[in-house]
């Protein structure tokens, strides 16, 4: 029987799958002795790159690729045409399978000189070599700036150091499969271990290693391509890639979003067990690529699950458009951001535009630097947001970040832990300008935030329905603050639990609060002056959360394990029915968690692949 899953606006998500019986596989093994590819691709005389298979397979046909590292990138020339004519990319079971855009280099290796430390004085050896020219036809990441063009008109927001780090080059350099840093200054070798500079012409690198190893004792990489699977041709559907390791990418940095493995604009493909890792930006990309591209009638529509996505610049999944209906589900994002600052506003483990009926579950966002955890940016319309886990994130905007969005979305069964601010010191405490936040719900109406558990968010609220962008006009409007709903949460560890932009329309109950937190945990923004309150005043001069409790909460979350316990003594909530998640009762308990869980203490929450 196929999958039942209701969407806020009561309508069943459209799951669709792989259908395909392949009439033809053809083999990609480049260790075999007789790989060629001049060969027929059978599986005693296989092809050598993954690009010949590209170059040939038709729809209702496959590609089995063997065991070996292939530094190429894969540019499929056509895609399927139906989910029974599905064209597939999948690494042989078993199999370890690594795409690299990456170049094994080799180099004359020899004391740094030319260029002076002032002052300085090296812990260690500095060395200098040269790339080899002929890697760079086209393309030297190594010359390119991470600054994007289509953000040049933000620099008044940026610090000299803020300006520094978009102006570092796209090119990577890994010593024994780890990133060296890279600096903007030559001089700032004398004290970083594990670090390079290049000059100006691109080719020149000065670098030192980690502990000062001897760099012939040490396998160098250098990054060379900006994608290592990316259609040939643009807006190419029904194509499907499976469990490879894909790695070491000198993508740009969005907008426009060109990452390590990308759709190219296309619609259904189905991106699945893949380990995502080493981009100097993003490790996918399924949109429309820019808000500049040109829109067309057949879009989105893909699957993206069981991935393992790590150690990406700016974002692990991006989306500028064209994901209407996409499922994105069972992936882990970990170690995202810090490339650039978070004021280029494009950086998340996964960002969204303009996104209409996504499903985003089973998630897992951890380990987060200088990025929200999901951001769904602007006019986003019946999304849901459920059964994720959020933990371990510095943001100056939110762990969930859902922008200037109007109608109906819904946040829900989610774990929200360890959310902090990068931008604490910059505002009073609670200001919604520091960053910080649980989930927040920027300058929109129509939010749905319920069943969710909320744990460990010392900065800012966990729940904000402020008006940060109170003119922006998105679809010929402003956003209202209104129509938004607080149900159902459990809140520990929280000293600012809820904002709400005004109470006109708006609804909060059935959520379980610590004690602990109670004094000035409340706030009603507008009309000024704000008021900032405890949950009695809430309750008597604003009727909120009539049928809410507080108890004494304690909880504990590994990010790790995914292991959630906590503890809870006192009055419980009377917890309401989400009309938007369609339940035929009311629920027995807040949170995310089933009765039994509730009267154990303990969850496990999602099964996420081991840390790489």
Request: glycine share 10%.
């Amino acid at each position: 029987m196929a999958e039942q899953l209701v969407m806020p606006d009561g309508t069943p998500f459209a799951f669709w799958d792989d259908e395909t019986d392949y009439a033809r596989v053809y083999h990609v093994a480049c260790g075999s002795p007789s790989a060629s590819d001049e060969n027929p691709g059978t599986e005693e005389r296989p092809f050598a790159t993954i690009g010949r298979s590209a170059a040939v397979l038709e729809p209702g046909q496959k590609a089995v690729v063997h065991e070996g590292v292939y530094r190429e990138c894969v540019r499929p020339a056509r895609g399927g045409e139906a989910p029974d004519r599905m064209i597939a990319y999948q690494a042989a079971p078993g199999e370890r399978v690594v795409v690299k855009g990456s170049e094994l280099w080799q180099p004359d290796c020899r004391p740094s000189e030319g260029w002076g430390l002032r002052g300085g004085e090296p812990d260690g050896p500095i060395w200098m070599a040269d790339l080899p020219p002929e890697w760079f036809v086209g393309y030297n990441p190594f010359l390119c700036a991470n600054m994007p063009a289509e953000y040049r008109t933000f620099v008044h927001d940026w610090s000299v150091e803020d300006a520094h780090r978009f102006q570092l080059r796209r090119g990577m350099i890994f010593a024994d499969g780890r990133p060296l840093e890279q600096v903007f200054w030559f001089r700032e070798l004398a004290g970083t271990h594990g670090a390079f500079w290049v000059e100006d012409d691109g080719l020149r690198v000065h670098f030192r290693l980690p502990e000062d190893a001897d760099p012939r004792q040490v396998t160098l990489e250098a990054t060379t391509r900006a994608q290592v699977f990316a259609p040939a041709l643009p807006h190419l559907g029904y194509v499907r890639v499976s469990g490879f390791e894909c790695a070491q990418a000198a993508d740009p940095v969005p907008i426009p979003q060109r990452a390590l493995v990308s759709t190219g604009r296309g619609h259904h493909w189905i991106i699945e067990d893949n380990e995502i890792h080493c981009a100097n930006a993003c490790g996918m990309d399924v949109g429309r690529q820019s808000w500049h591209a040109e829109r067309l009638p057949i879009a989105g529509r893909h699957i993206v699950r069981r991935n393992h996505v790590h150690d990406c610049g700016v974002s692990g999944l991006q989306g500028c458009g064209g994901v209407d209906g996409s499922l994105v589900e069972d992936n882990v994002f970990e170690r995202i951001g810090g490339r650039v600052p978070e004021r280029l506003f494009e950086c998340a483990g996964l960002k969204f535009h303009t996104t209409t009926g996504a499903l985003i579950r089973r998630n897992v966002f951890r380990h987060i630097r200088d990025a929200c955890g999901l951001w769904l940016d602007v006019k986003n319309v019946n999304c849901r947001v459920t059964g994720n886990v959020f933990a371990d994130i510095e943001t100056f905007l939110a762990a969930v970040y859902v922008e200037c969005s109007h109608d109906l979305n819904a946040i829900d069964h989610n774990v929200i832990w360890d959310v902090r601010s990068t931008r604490a010191h910059e505002g009073p405490p609670g200001s919604t300008s520091t960053g910080g936040i649980g989930v927040f719900g920027d300058s929109g109406d129509n939010l749905v935030v319920a069943h969710n558990f909320f744990g460990r968010l010392p900065d800012n609220y966990a729940v904000s329905f402020h008006l940060n962008q109170p003119a922006r006009l998105i679809g010929g409007r402003v956003g209202l603050g209104r129509r938004h709903k607080t149900l159902n949460n459990v809140f520990c560890g929280c000293p600012r639990r809820i904002l709400f932009a005004r109470a006109d329309e708006v609804e909060s109950d059935g959520n379980l609060f610590d004690a602990a937190g109670d004094a000035a945990s409340l706030c009603v923004r507008f009309p000024e002056p704000q008021a900032t309150l405890n949950l009695e005043a809430w309750q008597q001069y604003y009727g909120l959360d009539p049928h809410s409790a507080q108890a004494a909460v304690e909880a504990d979350f590994d990010p790790e394990t995914l292991e959630l316990s906590w503890r809870a003594e006192g009055e419980m909530p009377d917890c309401q029915v989400v009309e938007c998640l369609h339940a035929d009762e009311p629920p027995a308990v807040p949170g995310p968690f089933t009765r039994k869980e509730w009267a154990e203490g303990r969850r496990r929450t999602g099964v996420a692949p081991p840390s790489a």
